[in-house]
T-cell receptor, first 113, second 112 residues
Framework: AQSVTQLDSQVPVFEEAPVELRCNYS??????LFWYVQYPNQGLQLLLK??????LVESINGFEAEFNKSQTSFHLRKPSVHISDTAEYFC???????????FGSGTRLQVQP | DADVTQTPRNRITKTGKRIMLECSQT?????MYWYRQDPGLGLRLIYY???????NKGEISDGYSVSRQAQAKFSLSLESAIPNQTALYFC???????????FGSGTRLTVV
């Protein structure tokens, strides 16, 4: 079985401050890892993913995530957030051979001016 | 037009009624999924289908059924709606889990 834990349900942060959204997973097989973002009243959009190779992956809007196999983590970071980053962020995992993604409970990022 | 279209966008229905949520996609993907989103619980898998003849239950399939009418269409039915099925429902498609999903905009269902 596979599971995802997002420990923080809400993360308030001031504009231009750094942020880290935490994600831990468990799986008995090798994994693919994803971060999705959901803006208010919208569906989910793929932000970034780790499949193999370099453990640090980046998105086009300044987010990055690092795969840490020993700590079974895939934390999402941004060095300086904007008001427009206010959204809910979901971590998801798929073990190789698994047929569907398993999602975490989500973290609501609230960027304040 | 959106790659993944869900209808209706919003629906209020009464307990005991049968309701169908529809999903169609123009991505040409074989794989389609239905998830429900509840506050604090994230997204949970209801059903998924890898082709018209391959339909599988997810972790919370009780009370739901699905129909894969064509490669592009995947419908979710609530045979007898109950209030705890009030949620935001998402359809998604993919070529492969490796590439991630494309999501629809969701259907907000309220059962009163």
């Amino acid at each position: 079985a596979q599971s995802v834990t997002q420990l923080d349900s809400q993360v308030p942060v001031f504009e231009e401050a750094p942020v880290e959204l935490r994600c831990n997973y468990s799986s008995s097989v090798s994994v693919y890892l994803f971060w999705y973002v959901q803006y208010p009243n919208q569906g989910l959009q793929l932000l970034l993913k780790y499949l193999s190779g370099s453990t640090l992956v980046e998105s086009i809007n300044g987010f990055e995530a690092e795969f840490n196999k020993s700590q079974t983590s895939f934390h999402l970071r941004k060095p300086s957030v904007h008001i427009s980053d206010t959204a809910e962020y979901f971590c998801a995992v798929s073990g190789t051979g698994r047929r569907a993604l398993t999602f975490g409970s989500g973290t609501r990022l609230q960027v304040q001016p | 037009d959106a790659d993944v279209t869900q209808t209706p966008r919003n629906r209020i229905t009464k307990t005991g009624k049968r309701i169908m949520l529809e999903c169609s996609q123009t991505k040409g993907h074989d794989r389609m999924y239905w998830y429900r989103q509840d506050p604090g619980l994230g997204l949970r898998l209801i059903y998924y289908s890898f082709d018209v003849k391959d339909i599988n239950k997810g972790e919370i399939s009780d009370g739901y059924s699905v129909s894969r009418q064509a490669q592009a269409k995947f419908s979710l039915s609530l045979e007898s709606a109950i209030p705890n099925q009030t949620a935001l429902y998402f359809c998604a498609t993919s070529d492969s889990t490796v590439y991630g999903y494309t999501f629809g905009s969701g259907t907000r269902l309220t059962v009163v």
